[in-house]
């Protein structure tokens, strides 16, 4: 087989990374990385309110940057045989557009305007309107729309742009549709973002606008009305049909071939969420679970329709239609905080270290900071490895919200069984304690609705950054878990994705055979290790939140 090469391109929520990839040999020739500018600076995101804005130009500087980075390596013979390119972002991250496609805030009226920007998937502004929508898709006439997906979510596409609609009448007025982010890319990089021609992913579509075939499309118009009219119209110009991210959804524009560096008219393929490229670049098959363990922990399986049929797991995960392979159906599960759980941590533990800089001359400080900065969290690991278990907190993950079991945003994180005894290293390991039986949770809700999961995949930084993490998960999940070589998994997927798209494959199954991350490395459970007791604990932390909240609430 000719060597060609593919461009895989994964929008995270800080940074662009990019990708060249040999579709022939599988090799990784070039790689590029680009930090949101503006993002970087702290702009358009205020935590203490849920709000997570990134700016369009964003996107379009730090792609440019990534690919030319990746690209810099390569012999000039070896760009002209790019086939292709694929990309992957957040979601949902879905942007107000006017009639042809264009983000509100790249236009002189809304510029600097943060409701006229992406929203960010992690901006959990929308609780309210969530709860709207979900009592909607719940009762809408003869269909449940909550079947396949579970709870509404503040993250996910009605929501945001309802809650928009509600508190600014300027861009009720001037959006003419929404679109997501990966979609947008797509459009842009093919040269026409206009609604009516768009491409939409089925990962998107199905996962977060709640499109399926049961239906045959989006729900129904008279249902979204009745929350708010605007709904509707978005539906109305929805436009194309969502597809698997494996089509050709065009050619690059000549535009971003000369923004890119790459030659004109390659294939630009369907596009996915960041953590669905990252299965595919995990080479995900049945009855295996890809966990992309970054700020978040979002996880996959895929399943014949026929499996799944008749099965109800709307409380653990969401389903969707060719959602990752084509002609499967794809599940989502997952925690909506994971490493963000001990980045915080973390940010508590460096405090009295900010407070100490008037202790030191500058550069003593700079040097003793980056030092701490470093090392707290390795410090910490070894620590809590040797810890007895004569003290042991229990930790809830629940520090944005819940995403599954039973989707609440509401909902907060909490440590308890703490003593005067519970020092640093004790707390570190309640939390991630705390986040492994999360996702212990959400495994055996599948289980016990006849899902099988016999193997476990852990992708992201903290798969290879952390043996004590992945230890935890691996006794406490009574599991084996198989680390990948691949840095760049989701970009590595959407490069899959490309390949298929460009020709290389007939789809993603053989294309996968080569170009797939390989096991590095497999963690075996401690059968020394028996954490039964204290997950049971955790259940009852987590039975006893849900009941405090319930209380709380109905007597306010």
């Known amino acids: 087989m000719e060597e060609k090469y593919v461009v895989g391109v994964d929008f995270g929520s800080d940074s662009v990374r990019a990708v060249v990839v040999g579709t022939a040999s599988g090799s990784v020739i070039g790689n590029g990385v680009a930090f949101y500018p503006r993002w970087k600076k702290g702009y358009y995101q205020h935590p203490e309110q849920n709000i997570f804005r990134q700016h369009p130009l964003d996107y379009m500087e730090a792609i440019e940057k990534c690919v030319r980075e990746a690209l810099a390596s390569l012999e000039p013979a070896q760009v002209e045989n790019i086939v292709g390119i694929g990309v992957d972002t957040t979601g949902s991250t879905p942007v107000p557009v006017n ?99 768009i491409y939409h992913s089925a990962c998107a579509a199905g996962h977060k606008a709640l499109w399926h075939s049961t239906w045959n499309g989006l729900p129904d118009a008279d249902v979204l009305a009745t929350v708010d009219p605007y709904l ?56 295996t679970m890809v966990c992309t363990l970054g700020t978040s ?26 959602s990752i392979l084509p002609g499967f159906v794809g599940i989502e599960t997952g925690q909506a905080a994971f490493g963000d759980i001990f980045a915080w941590y973390k940010k508590v533990l460096m405090w009295p270290i900010e407070q100490a800089k008037i202790y030191f001359g500058e550069r003593e400080y700079d040097v003793f900071y980056r030092k701490m900065e470093e090392q707290i969290l ?103 878990v198989d680390i990948l070589d691949a840095d760049q998994t989701c970009a590595l997927g959407s490069a899959i994705y490309a390949a298929v798209a460009g020709g290389s494959y007939p789809n993603v199954e053989a294309a996968s055979v080569k170009m797939a991350a390989k096991c590095i490395r497999t963690f075996i459970p401690d059968e020394t290790k028996s954490y039964q007791q204290h997950y049971e604990e955790y259940l009852r932390l987590a039975k006893l939140a849900d009941e405090w909240k319930k209380a709380f609430t109905e007597c306010l």
């Open 378 to 480: 390795v410090d910490l690991q070894r620590q809590a490895a040797e810890l007895p278990d004569d003290v042991f907190p229990i930790a809830l993950d629940w520090f944005n919200g819940r995403r599954y079991p039973d989707t609440d945003d509401f909902q907060k994180a909490m440590i308890g069984n703490l003593s005067l005894g519970a020092k640093a290293p004790y707390i570190y390991r309640a939390l991630v304690f705390g986040a492994v039986c999360g996702l212990k949770r959400i495994i055996d809700g599948f289980e016990k609705a006849d899902i099988e999961i016999e193997n476990i995949v852990a992708v992201g930084g903290i798969s290879k950054k952390s043996d004590y993490i992945m230890q935890m998960m691996s006794d406490v999940l009574n599991k084996k």
């Open 99 to 197: 009639r042809e496609g264009v983000p509100l805030a790249l236009t002189e009226e809304f510029a600097e305007c943060e409701n006229a920007m992406f929203y960010l998937w992690k901006d959990h502004s929308a609780t309210e309107e969530a709860e709207l929508l979900n009592q909607a898709f719940m009762s809408g006439g003869d269909i449940d729309y909550s079947k396949f997906q579970g709870k509404y979510c503040s993250e996910w596409f009605w929501a945001k742009i309802l809650h928009t609609v509600r508190r600014d009448e300027r861009i009720r007025e001037a959006a003419y549709t929404w679109i997501e982010h990966c979609d947008w890319m797509v459009g842009m990089l093919c040269g026409s973002t206009k609604p009516e021609e």
């Open 297 to 322: 922990a979002v996880d996959m399986v895929v399943a014949k329709a026929d499996y799944v049929n008749g099965k109800d797991i709307r409380s653990f995960g969401g389903q969707a239609e060719d």
């Open 232 to 287: 509707a119209l978005v539906r109305e110009r929805y436009g194309n049909a969502p597809r698997p991210a494996t089509v050709k959804a065009g050619q690059l524009s000549k535009e971003w071939a000369d923004r890119l560096g790459l030659p004109e008219n390659i294939a630009v393929s369907g596009s996915s969420f960041d953590a669905h490229a990252g299965a595919v670049g995990a080479g995900i098959r049945e009855k």
